[in-house]
């Protein structure tokens, strides 16, 4: 497919600044011609590509969007549902890849994760397909670390208990954690530096601290530091959240099993971590499968899901945020049958929700675009 012009908005975010860092690390905008848009610094310096200077043009100049075969964004949902319409209905063409959850869900559109629905994202480009969306950060993650069980359809039922962390909710979330921190630690640092203090005060302290009209809550609502948040996105009718309804609904979509859907409840809950989300299974099996051959499928499954053996010295050491962030790894562990039955299976997994979960499946369907024949 022949690709020549591209252009990419909302490139300053957590998310777009971690896309164009591996786009430029893997050289997928070699020898295309390049745009970056601004809603906000129009006419100042764009990224230097090596093609010479150039300035940001208007994320809302539908003339200039319109010259492009790809647009690639990370702007967010309320300037797709502005910009996408309009330009369709002006006749655009090109391919639009986008972030936002905006339209994950539509008809016209193919949540993209080749390494598990390759053969989806081929029958959509096949049919016509131009709308390529990157999905949910978690239920990304767990299709990719579960993805051996998924393709071999041994999965009746599963429940993921989530924990996950604040650059979930962008760069002034991840700010607002270590203000919190450091609030902490400062206004009780006096009791930390004394040995002979009981412990009794300095959890008065903390307490005191997080109940207190100056603790930075502006984009959390409440503490995180030291506590954690049971409630992730908007309130659905059955009573879970929207975060928790993504792992059916999109989990399904991305496997193209939306008429035989895989039954899939979640609990989302925000915890303490700078980076990476984690995510606890339960599993029923469709039978009763030896651990073995289930180690071996999970193992197997694509080029960045590793196995890590169930002790703990392997699970300290490698599946916990602080061992994957900035990595492409997807490391599951604690696998083990279940006292529930031999049908049941448990596990465990971490992965960077900034790259796989977010930037990596975008920028892997531009080259399965531009490569594409």
Known sequence: MQIERVGIVGWRGMVGSVLLERMLAEGDLAGVGTTFYSTSQVGQSAPDLGAGPSTLEDAYDFASLSKQDVILTCQGGDYTKQVLPRLREQGWAGHWIDAASAKRMDEDAVIVLDPVNREVIDRGIEAGIRNFIGGNCTVSLMLLSLGGLFEADLIEWMTCMTYQAASGGGAR???????????????????????????????????????????????????????????????????????????????????????????????????????????????????????????????????WV????????????????????????????RVRKLRLGPEYLGAFTVGDQLLWGAAEPLRRIFRILRDHD
């Not at 609990?267 to 180690?295: N, W, Y």
């Not at 599946?319 to 997807?330: C, Q, Y």
């Open 173 to 303: 979330h991840m700010r607002e954690l270590v203000a919190q921190m450091a609030m902490l630690g400062q206004q009780s640092g006096s009791l930390l530096a004394d040995p002979e203090s009981g412990i009794l005060p300095l959890d008065a302290r903390i307490s005191e601290l997080l109940a207190h009209e100056d603790f930075p809550t502006d984009q959390f609502g409440v503490p995180l530091a030291a506590s954690l948040i049971p409630w992730i996105d908007s309130a659905m009718e059955a009573g879970d959240t929207r975060e928790e309804w993504k792992a059916f609904a999109e989990g399904n979509k991305i496997l193209g099993r939306q008429d035989d859907p895989i039954p899939i409840d979640s609990v989302c809950v925000r915890i303490g971590a700078m980076r990476c989300h984690s995510q606890a299974f339960t599993i029923k099996l469709r039978h009763d499968v030896p651990i073995d051959e289930i180690e071996t499928r999970l193992d197997e499954a694509n080029d």
């Open 306 to 333: 590793r196995l890590v053996r169930n002790d703990k010295a392997s699970t300290l050491a490698e599946l916990t945020p602080a061992a994957v962030t900035g990595t492409l790894d997807i490391p599951i562990g």
